[in-house]
């Protein structure tokens, strides 16, 4: 058994397929699968199943996929280690973020610590809450943008606070709430509701829950942005958090909401103990860096 074949395991089930793994790695696709046939008999098990549709793990295949993330990640941070053993931050960063965090809050975080750590290869991308969760939980991110929940700590992650910031009720430049200065959110109920799909989305259930009001939800949307043009296209009303929202909302209005409701954002981690050298600096300057 190899690293190599241990990349290509991890290669094919994170792409779903040999041909979208050999092109990640580059290899040919019979390459990948003799990598993976090679590696089925030295097991002694199937780690895949084939069928019209494409692959699906086994139960084999997930343990085993389980245990090659484990092994490349403590393998890909030897290098770092060492070198950090001698005060160099080395290696590279995976970074996950939620768009509306990218250019506020992780942008300006990101030049600060890449001016300190210039040696350190940054990767960024982006998702929802739950793309991120997920890419925590199986190393594909280092460090993610998580929205924390309403009380308590993010269940199984270590956190460090980034930015609380309002909620905000968002309508149609014409509708007949916009000619008020707040919106309780008792004047949503019984409105047309579009509820978002993403992590704010616990946030607004629990506020109108409190708040005793139920929201009549007409449409389901994923992010801020289809939310905002469907705000403007007349369908319906929302709740989107101010963080990321552009100056020019075309024919939607934000009013703030009664009670006043927040957002909280943090980065986060599976476990500091277990963080690499990139990722231990990039939450020691966060928990330092004044945003």
Same mark, same amino acid.
């Given at each position: ?27 040919? %696709? $019979? ?7 090679? &590696? ?69 975080? !990101? ?8 040696? #350190? ?28 929940? #309403? ?28 000619? %008020? ?6 004047? !949503? ?5 579009? &509820? ?38 007349? !369908?319906?009303?929302?709740? #989107? ?7 020019? !909302? ?26 690499? $050298? ?6 020691? %300057? ?6």
């Amino acid at each position: 058994m190899t690293l190599a074949q241990l990349r290509v395991l991890v290669a094919v089930a994170e792409h779903g397929g040999f041909t979208a793994a050999a092109d990640h790695t580059g290899m040919s %696709q $019979p390459a990948v699968s003799r990598a993976i046939a090679t &590696l089925e008999r030295e097991l002694g098990a199937a780690l895949f199943v084939r069928h019209r549709d494409g692959i699906a793990l086994t139960e084999a295949g997930r343990r085993a996929l389980d245990r090659a993330r484990e092994t490349l990640r403590h393998f890909d941070l030897i290098r770092p280690d060492v070198a950090a053993a001698a005060g160099q931050i080395t290696g590279e960063l995976r970074l996950a973020s939620l768009p509306s965090a990218t250019g506020t809050l992780i942008a300006r975080l !990101l030049r600060s610590y890449t001016d300190r750590y210039p040696q #350190v290869r940054v990767r960024l991308f982006e998702g929802a809450d739950d793309d991120i969760r997920a890419w925590l939980h199986r190393g594909a991110a280092e460090v993610g943008v998580i929205t924390l929940p #309403v009380k308590g700590p993010a269940p199984g992650l270590f956190t460090v606070p980034l930015s609380t910031h309002d909620m905000v009720a968002v309508l149609p430049s014409g509708h007949p709430l916009a000619g %008020q200065e707040l919106i309780h959110l008792a004047d !949503l109920a019984g409105q047309p509701f579009i &509820l978002t799909t993403a992590g704010c989305r616990p946030l607004i259930m629990t506020a109108a829950g409190a708040a005793g009001v139920e929201l009549d939800v007409a449409f389901e949307a994923g992010g801020p942005a289809a939310i905002l043009e469907m705000v403007a296209a007349g !369908l319906g009303v929302s709740i #989107v958090p101010t963080l990321g929202l552009p100056a020019d !909302l075309g024919s939607a209005v934000t009013r703030p909401l009664v009670p006043r409701t927040t957002r909280s954002l943090a980065l986060a981690v599976p476990s500091r103990e277990g963080c690499g $050298p990139a990722a231990g600096a990039f939450l020691d %300057q966060a928990a330092a860096f004044t945003l």
